[in-house]
T-cell receptor, first 115, second 114 residues
Framework: AQSVTQLGSHVSVSEGALVLLRCNYS??????LFWYVQYPNQGLQLLLK??????LVKGINGFEAEFKKSETSFHLTKPSAHMSDAAEYFC?????????????FGTGTRLTIIP | EAQVTQNPRYLITVTGKKLTVTCSQN?????MSWYRQDPGLGLRQIYY???????DKGDVPEGYKVSRKEKRNFPLILESPSPNQTSLYFC?????????????FGPGTRLTVL
């Protein structure tokens, strides 16, 4: 079984401040991990993903995330928030096993940027 | 332009009136999936399809049907909608079933069942 926990359904940061969105996962096998962003009235867009290899993953729009196996975490960060970053962010996990490639999502974190 | 399209984008209906939400992708993707998004619950998978004529249940399949007769299309059918199916629905596709392939999402269909 696999699951994702996103701590904080709402996060507010000031423009220019560090963005930190938390994600913890559980998986019976080494997972693949994803962050998706959803802008108002739009579908989801992939920000970044971790499959294998380097544990620090860089994505679009200046976001990055680090896979920490010992902490079962995949937190999303951005050094300096921009107004355009206001959106809902979803962490997701797949436990790779042939024939069962279900993507399990967290409940989402709504990011608000304070001018 | 590579995309996943859904129709309609908004739908208000009444309990028991059959409806179909269409989904189409132009990327020749093998894998397609339907999700519903509800506040506080994130996205939950309804059904998925690994290829033409191959479909399987996700986490919340009750009350829904799907079909995959053509590679590009994956309609979601509600035979007898009920108010608890009021939700925001997303269709998604990816190149293959393999995990590392990015899923592309449609713009969503907001369904209200009265």
């Amino acid at each position: 079984a696999q699951s994702v926990t996103q701590l904080g359904s709402h996060v507010s940061v000031s423009e220019g401040a560090l963005v930190l969105l938390r994600c913890n996962y559980s998986s019976s096998v080494p997972p693949y991990l994803f962050w998706y962003v959803q802008y108002p009235n739009q579908g989801l867009q992939l920000l970044l993903k971790y499959t294998t290899g380097a544990t620090l993953v860089k994505g679009i729009n200046g976001f990055e995330a680090e896979f920490k196996k010992s902490e079962t975490s995949f937190h999303l960060t951005k050094p300096s928030a921009h107004m355009s970053d206001a959106a809902e962010y979803f962490c997701a996990v797949i436990s790779p096993s042939f024939g069962n490639e279900k993507l399990t999502f967290g409940t989402g974190t709504r990011l608000t940027i304070i001018p | 332009e590579a995309q996943v399209t859904q129709n309609p984008r908004y739908l208000i209906t009444v309990t028991g009136k059959k409806l179909t939400v269409t989904c189409s992708q132009n990327m020749n993707h093998e894998y397609m999936s339907w999700y519903r998004q509800d506040p506080g619950l994130g996205l939950r998978q309804i059904y998925y399809s690994m290829n033409v004529e191959v479909t399987d249940k996700g986490d919340v399949p009750e009350g829904y049907k799907v079909s995959r007769k053509e590679k590009r299309n994956f309609p979601l059918i509600l035979e007898s909608p009920s108010p608890n199916q009021t939700s925001l629905y997303f269709c998604a596709s990816s190149r293959t079933i393999l995990s590392y392939n990015e899923q592309f999402f449609g713009p969503g269909t907001r369904l209200t069942v009265l």
